[in-house]
């Protein structure tokens, strides 16, 4: 069962999803969270590095498994989900390095490292919290639109619609990876609670679709209905 909350602002959405993952991790200290990327939970995250400075949240025993990576970026490369992960969150909570985990972008061989990637979720169990954004195209992690979708971690060709809309964090699409690994459906479903966020005008029609329209592997957000407890949060602005 889907839940949605319409809130007006950005704001509003980062302060309900951070207090949610806040109660979470108080209520459970060793939690287990799914992180995403990307601009939407851009300040969830600043929100819970204030909730740690303030000494409202303790990271000390969390995990962390995010949804994907780009092929071919380190993390020391600004545009890795790796930098982006320790930039907005790791380097500023008191977390332990090694409990948190991305693909590995620069593996030699990409498909062994996405099975490595399926052995650590199994192994690291079912998440607590699945934090997820939705891309334009209805994409969740970068498990993009298609007639099958991959249950596990994958390599996958980065569709025109997603190149573009990641292009802007890039200097041009051609700088851009065009390939990146991410967790499959069976993988993002294995948590026992999942928030949607997403905001602003260009989101609304993928949202409405994916929440309350057909299920349909064409718009991967879709099989959220199918998930036994989603909390969507979404912000009009
Ligand atoms: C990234 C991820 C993607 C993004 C989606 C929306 O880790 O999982 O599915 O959530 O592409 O991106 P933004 O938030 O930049 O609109």
Known sequence: M????????REEMSAIAAKMIKEQINAKPDSVLGLATGSTPELTYAELCSMCERGEVDFSKVKTVNLDEYVGLDETN?????????????????????NTHLPCGTADNADAACDEYSELLEKIGTRDIQLLGIGKN????????????????????????????????????DAMPKKAMTMGMAQIFDAKQIILIAYGK????????????KITTNIPASLLQLHMNVTAIIADE
């Open 202 to 213: 260009e989101k609304v029609d993928i949202v409405t679709r994916a929440l309350t329209g």
């Open 138 to 173: 209805g994409h969740i992690g970068f498990c993009e639109p298609d007639t099958e979708l991959e249950a596990r971690t994958s390599v996958v060709a980065l569709t025109d619609s997603t190149l573009k809309a990641n292009s802007r964090f890039f200097e041009s699409v």
């Open 78 to 98: 600004d545009q890795s989900y790796r930098y982006y992960m320790n930039s907005h969150l790791f380097d500023k909570v008191n977390i332990k390095p090694e």
């Open 2 to 9: 889907t839940k949605i909350i319409h809130v007006k602002t």
